[in-house]
Nanobody, 128 residues
């Protein structure tokens, strides 16, 4: 029913760029809050960026100014533009959705435990 599928991960040199995509289906995409999270081996899951139904965004301090979250409601797709990548950005990246049909989410959030639905993840590796 509800499905999120990430793509666009890969290996890049430090200073390079990647664009991640998350295609969604099975729910009213435009009403949900959406987010990108990442997890490196041995570390806890970390909120990277979030966007609410109105387009308001929230970024982790570690990526602010380098990453941009956006969405295309017509395509039911969430994006994460990643620039000036650093080795410490290496992680599995997940997209997630928070909300329910019939309600609008107006507050972007970086707390992973509040999100309802998750994708399978896409690996990003940044070499020095």
């Amino acid at each position: 029913q509800v499905q999120l599928v990430e793509s666009g991960g890969g290996s890049v040199q430090a200073g390079g760029s990647l664009r991640l995509s998350c295609e969604a289906s099975g729910y009213t995409f435009s009403t949900y809050c959406l987010g990108w999270f990442r997890q490196a081996p041995g570390k806890e899951r970390e909120g990277v960026a979030s966007i609410d139904s109105a387009g308001t965004t929230l970024y982790a301090d570690s990526v602010k100014g380098r990453f941009t979250i956006s969405k295309d409601n017509a395509k039911n797709t969430l994006y994460l533009e990643m620039n000036s990548l650093k080795p410490e950005d290496t992680a599995m990246y997940y997209c997630a959705a928070l909300g329910r049909d019939g309600s609008y989410c107006y507050i972007p959030r970086l707390w992973y435990f509040v999100y309802n639905y998750w994708g399978q993840g896409t690996q990003v590796t940044v070499s020095s």
